[in-house]
């Protein structure tokens, strides 16, 4: 064997051996994404399980209306109680505000509301919302008692 062909196969097995070092290393930072990736998802669980419990403890926009003594709620659920019935698509169309649909919905503070703007909403999503705020949740029209 010739000094040459040795010094050829020396040459192949240092690139192979080169080719192997940058595959360790990317398996090596591989490992380290995954371990934070893990370490992510174990927080995100935790996270997961405390908004769980306090969504558990949270009242619905409902209790929060009834059980208020704000006079934003007060006002706010004169103006909704003014707007008009919305006609809705029960099995298709859903309240933005709660993201529920309006299956059963006919009387009472679920009924469907329509503010000026067209969109529409649960009576007690949109009086809850605006004691809040004076705009639609969608469009952001300032809905006024003079509107409605």
Known sequence: MSLSHLSEILDNILSELEAI???????RSIRRQMETLQRN???????IESLDDVLLA?????DWL???N?????DATSVVEKMT?????????????????????????TTPKQPPCGHVYHQVCLA??????ESCPLCRRII???DV
Do not use: Y
């Not at 809850?128 to 705020?133: E, V, Y």
């Open 66 to 68: 009834h059980n208020s």
């Open 85 to 109: 019935n919305a006609m809705v698509n029960a099995d298709a169309d859903v309240c933005s505000i709660c993201s529920e649909g309006f299956q059963g919905c006919s009387s009472g503070t």
């Open 41 to 47: 998802i174990d927080r995100a669980g935790a996270e």
């Open 21 to 27: 070092d940058r595959e360790l290393r990317t398996l």
């Open 70 to 74: 704000n006079s934003n709620i007060v």
């Open 144 to 146: 006024r008692t003079i």
């Open 58 to 62: 949270h009242e619905t926009p409902e």
């Open 128 to 133: 809850t919302w605006l004691s809040r705020s």
